[in-house]
């Protein structure tokens, strides 16, 4: 005669990999989605003013160049300056300070050259 208790016992086990499979499976959906938001917000973010890049306050950090174990120069813009400043564990240093001028377009630049040229 069959043990009356190995079955429900053994569809108990079935039962809990079952649920542990499916909470698993969840999990994995949960964090890809995670995943991909952070992803699209730190591609797309700028366009519409979330995260750093579309943050409009008035100092930006613009570049940042390690020269060392923990010193680096950094450039910041603040209003209409580029401030040039070298950082180190004790200090900041100002080393320059420069004018603000707004990248030109490729195709500008390159029709300016050449009328420049024909003149000539």
Avoid at 75 to 98: M, N, P
Avoid at 102 to 115: K, M
């Amino acid at each position: 005669m069959p043990d009356a208790t190995a079955a429900p016992l053994a569809a108990s086990e079935y039962g809990l990999v079952a649920v542990a499979l499916k909470m698993g499976l969840t999990l994995l959906v949960l964090l890809a989605f995670i995943f991909a938001a952070f992803w699209l917000l730190k591609r797309y973010g700028g366009k519409f003013g979330i995260g750093p890049a579309g943050r409009g306050g008035t100092l930006r950090l613009i570049d940042h160049l390690p020269v060392g174990p923990r010193k680096s120069v950094v450039v910041v813009r603040f209003l209409d300056k580029d401030l040039v400043l070298g950082i180190t564990e004790q200090s900041i240093t100002f080393l320059t300070e420069a004018e603000h001028v707004p990248a030109a377009d490729f195709a500008d630049t390159l029709a300016h050259n050449t009328q420049r040229s024909d003149a000539s």
